[in-house]
């Protein structure tokens, strides 16, 4: 057991991802990385490999996995946790109407539920260490491109939970930072597997346009993930607090969210998913 190395643990380090690249990262600075999937098949082979890092097997939508998480930082770092990191997270691509409730409470419980599980249950460890919460949100907590509205939303209540945790960790002498993340280069797309949309659906003839948002599209021209992970861990260590943007264009993004009225955000939100020009494209075609 290590006690002098800082410590982190990451949610969500499937092999591509954010939470992998973050890990990387870390460890590559000497810092005792707790690399974190649901899947064991999912884990990164260079960090499985690597030294000062220790690969767990977690469920963050199971108590259960979340305790046997705890108990394994226990024993390996004499009960503190320098840095946890919320990172897991999905996303469901349909219209409000074709999506199932069942399907968005799952989606909420991710990526919402499950970062307020895993607060509450790493808290002991991060009083401990003095340490910090990083809660990775989304630039669409902002904004209310089509098609995603489960995802927009509860990105957007992880953000503002995040927020309120801040005030309320701060005199326990935690930190926390609200990630904003904008459009970053993973292997995630080509792991998403599509939802159908129902023949009944108002939506069903501009189906391929919404299987196509699933493409990768919304990742063109993104920065890489270690582009985006070494700016975040710049930001922990540098003692960052509250709201951090992050990705491709962040600081333009979060200016347009600030400046634009609402008509021309609107404008700009409509150019990513520009569905309802798809929907005059087909009624204009039934009119011919």
Same mark, same amino acid.
């Given at each position: 057991?290590?006690?002098? #190395?800082?410590?982190?643990?990451?949610?969500? =380090?499937?092999?591509?991802?954010? *939470?992998?690249?973050?890990?990387?990262?870390?460890?590559?600075?000497?810092?005792?990385?707790?690399?974190?999937?649901?899947?064991?098949? &999912?884990?990164?082979?260079?960090? /499985? #490999?690597?030294?000062?890092?220790? =690969? %767990?097997?977690?469920?963050?939508?199971?108590?259960?996995?979340?305790?046997?998480?705890?108990?394994?930082?226990? $024993?390996?770092?004499?009960?503190?946790?320098?840095?946890?990191?919320?990172? /897991?997270?999905?996303? @469901?691509? %349909?219209?409000?109407?074709?999506?199932? @409730?069942?399907?968005? &409470? #799952?989606?909420?419980?991710?990526?919402?539920?499950?970062?307020?599980?895993?607060?509450?249950?790493?808290?002991?460890?991060?009083?401990?260490?003095?340490? =910090? @919460?990083?809660?990775?949100?989304?630039?669409?907590?902002?904004?209310?491109?089509?098609?995603? +509205?489960?995802?927009?939303?509860?990105?957007?209540?992880?953000?503002?939970?995040?927020?309120?945790?801040?005030?309320?960790?701060?005199?326990? *002498?935690?930190?926390?930072?609200?990630?904003?993340?904008?459009?970053?280069?993973?292997?995630?797309?080509?792991?998403?597997?599509?939802?159908?949309?129902?023949?009944?659906?108002?939506?069903?003839?501009?189906?391929?346009?919404?299987? /196509?948002?699933?493409?990768?599209?919304?990742?063109? *021209?993104?920065?890489?993930?270690?582009?985006?992970?070494? $700016?975040?861990?710049?930001?922990?260590?540098?003692?960052?607090?509250?709201?951090?943007?992050?990705?491709?264009?962040?600081? %333009?993004?979060?200016?347009? =969210?600030? %400046?634009?009225?609402?008509?021309?955000?609107?404008?700009?939100?409509?150019?990513?998913?520009?569905?309802? +020009?798809?929907?005059?494209? @087909?009624?204009?075609?039934? &009119?011919?």
């Amino acid at each position: 057991m290590s006690v002098s #190395r800082k410590s982190v643990l990451i949610t969500g =380090c499937s092999t591509g991802g954010i *939470g992998a690249a973050l890990a990387e990262v870390f460890q590559e600075k000497g810092y005792h990385v707790f690399v974190t999937t649901r899947n064991p098949s &999912k884990f990164p082979p260079n960090l /499985s #490999r690597a030294e000062n890092v220790t =690969c %767990l097997t977690l469920d963050v939508l199971s108590s259960e996995s979340i305790a046997a998480a705890v108990e394994s930082v226990k $024993k390996e770092t004499g009960g503190t946790l320098d840095i946890l990191i919320n990172n /897991s997270g999905g996303i @469901i691509l %349909l219209p409000a109407l074709d999506t199932p @409730i069942d399907d968005g &409470k #799952r989606l909420f419980d991710l990526n919402f539920w499950a970062p307020f599980a895993m607060l509450q249950a790493f808290a002991p460890l991060l009083i401990e260490a003095k340490g =910090c @919460i990083v809660n990775n949100s989304s630039a669409s907590a902002y904004s209310p491109m089509a098609l995603t +509205s489960i995802y927009n939303s509860s990105k957007a209540a992880l953000a503002m939970a995040s927020e309120t945790w801040r005030h309320e960790l701060q005199p326990l *002498g935690v930190r926390t930072i609200t990630l904003i993340t904008c459009a970053v280069k993973t292997e995630f797309f080509s792991r998403y597997q599509r939802e159908e949309l129902p023949v009944s659906s108002k939506y069903y003839d501009i189906r391929d346009f919404i299987y /196509s948002i699933g493409d990768g599209r919304l990742q063109s *021209g993104a920065i890489s993930s270690r582009q985006y992970a070494t $700016k975040v861990v710049r930001e922990i260590e540098h003692g960052s607090a509250g709201v951090v943007w992050a990705g491709t264009h962040a600081l %333009l993004f979060r200016l347009l =969210c600030w %400046l634009l009225p609402n008509s021309l955000f609107d404008m700009v939100v409509e150019s990513v998913v520009p569905i309802s +020009s798809e929907m005059a494209k @087909i009624k204009q075609k039934k &009119k011919i």
